[in-house]
């Protein structure tokens, strides 16, 4: 059995310009800007500069996590507003000339402990202070 890869490619993209795709990546340029300057559709840039230099291009930095070493140490607090409606909208009704009234608005606090995971979450009529307490 012989090698299925063909002998001759002739649109291949030339040495050269893969060389040139792959510097300027490198030294930082946008695959945009590379592809104007070399005259080549940009599809093609992404493809060279993924193939010769992308595990060069992705190295990230580690994920630096903190963890709170103690229950209740550190705790987060998010509130989140959400509209309140006194009836059925448009996608229920299917009328959509039917406007719903100002109701108002319920907040959603949520408590999440920073060592433990552990949650709380409650629906309160505000977001005082007192009531994020």
């Known amino acids: 059995m012989g090698n299925s890869r063909p002998k001759t490619s002739p649109r291949q993209t030339p040495r050269w310009q893969e060389n040139a795709v792959k510097a ?3 030294g930082g340029w946008e695959q945009r800007r590379v592809a104007e300057t070399l005259n080549l559709p ?3 840039v992404s ?17 630096v996590r903190y963890e709170y070493d103690a229950v209740g140490g550190l705790i987060h607090l998010d509130i989140k507003r959400v509209a309140r409606f006194d009836q059925p909208g ?11 009234k100002r109701a108002g608005w319920e907040y959603v606090h949520v408590c999440v402990d920073d060592y433990s995971r552990w949650s709380y979450a409650e629906v309160l ?9």
Do not use: F, M, W
């Not at 448009?90 to 719903?100: D, E, I, K």
């Not at 009529?125 to 307490?133: I, L, M, R």
């Open 125 to 133: 009529p505000d977001q005082k202070a007192t009531s994020a307490a």
């Open 24 to 26: 300027l990546v490198l």
């Open 42 to 44: 940009r599809s093609t």
């Open 47 to 63: 493809v060279i500069s993924r193939r010769v230099c992308g595990h060069l291009l992705y190295k990230r930095e580690p994920v």
């Open 90 to 100: 448009h996608r229920v009704t299917g009328n959509r000339s039917q406007q719903s």
